[in-house]
């Protein structure tokens, strides 16, 4: 083959982050609007990577994608082809650390275009497996709900040491997602958590609970009840995760200017301090109206669409 091509898309966590990390459950979406494409041609000698984030041979790379690099030869491994004479370009819309899955994706799409150059099968299994080494590198210890999501085309039900579960969409959803501009480092907000759990155990663990029952409800009314029911549960998991101390000051700034602008719903979304909100909106129209409101309070970029209803087709 000439030419090797692989994509991912990026993920929004609509409800259930952190509290995922301690085997409660969380829904995460497709968030088909930001991409990551990476392709894979003959290259001369050692292993070279173009990127937006990094320029050169793949054993110089900085130390803080070092996930990456690992991932690329395990997967070279795997299918028993020598770590040399490979170019890869990796173009990504997904900005970094905002929560929005741009490790997983980025390794998802290396991987990917690396099986399809070499024209070997890859299942998921073995996609997720070659995902994970980058994401541990990334995250110290994710619970693998980037990953999942990233590399399917559903709205997905997540549960560490479950297999993952389509989520029925009954209703379509109109959402806005507004980007705080400043990287949120997710490893120092999941430790951050596990400070909490350690020190203040009974309080943690209650919004922890809670977070999970939010989330249980939530899959309920995906399937068939109000979008301002849903708002208020989004609403309530901001308060939870305030109260985890992983929002800050500018996050909450823009989940309550979102609601001023009409949003029946809103909050952080993905690992927090820094990176995103996402807002539920009743229309469209509101959809545009919020996502202006988030940039005059300061968002630096924002996004609007509508996830579509969908029953849950066989994973795999
Ligand atoms: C990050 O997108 C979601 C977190 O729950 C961390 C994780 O699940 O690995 C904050």
């Not at 770590?83 to 819309?93: E, N, T, Y």
């Not at 999942?148 to 959803?173: H, N, T, Y």
């Not at 400043?182 to 977070?211: C, F, L, M, P, W």
Request: contains cysteine; aromatic residues 6%; hydrophobic residues 40%.
């Amino acid at each position: 083959k000439i030419k090797g091509e692989g994509t991912a898309h990026s993920k929004l966590i609509l409800i259930g982050e952190h509290a995922v990390v301690y085997g409660e459950p969380a829904i995460a979406l497709p968030f088909p609007l930001l991409m990551v494409k990476s392709t894979v041609q003959l290259g001369a000698g050692e292993i070279t990577i173009t990127s937006d984030f990094y320029k050169g041979p793949l054993n110089r790379i900085p130390e803080k994608l070092e996930g990456i690099a690992v991932c690329i030869r395990e997967s070279l491994k795997f299918l028993a082809k020598p770590a040399k004479d490979i170019h890869f370009s990796i173009k990504s819309m997904i900005p970094i650390g905002r929560g929005l899955g741009s490790s997983a994706a980025i390794a998802a799409a290396v991987v990917r275009s690396l099986f399809s150059y070499y024209d070997q099968k890859l299942s998921h299994q073995m996609l997720m497996y070659l995902v994970d080494i980058a994401e541990k590198y990334a995250h110290g210890n994710p619970s693998g709900i980037d990953m999942e999501c990233v590399s399917r085309d559903m709205p997905i039900w997540f549960k560490r040491e479950e297999a993952i579960q389509p989520i029925e969409m009954g209703m379509p959803l109109n959402l806005v997602v507004a980007d705080s501009g400043r990287i949120g480092d997710t490893r120092a907000a999941v430790s951050a958590v596990r400070e909490k759990y350690e020190k203040h155990y009974q309080k943690a663990k209650q919004s922890i609970n809670y977070i999970g029952e939010l989330t249980r409800k939530t899959q309920a009314i995906l399937a068939g009840g109000s979008p301002r029911k849903l708002g208020e549960l989004l609403n309530k998991a901001h308060e939870e995760l305030m109260k985890l101390g992983v929002s800050d000051s500018e996050l909450n700034h823009l989940v309550s200017s979102a609601k001023n602008a009409g949003a029946i719903g809103a909050k952080l979304t993905g690992g927090g301090r820094g990176g995103c909100i996402l807002a539920l909106a009743k229309t469209m129209e509101d959809a545009e109206h919020i996502s202006n409101s988030l940039r005059k309070a300061g968002a630096g970029n924002t996004w609007f669409f509508t996830l579509g209803m969908s029953k849950p087709a066989s994973m795999n």
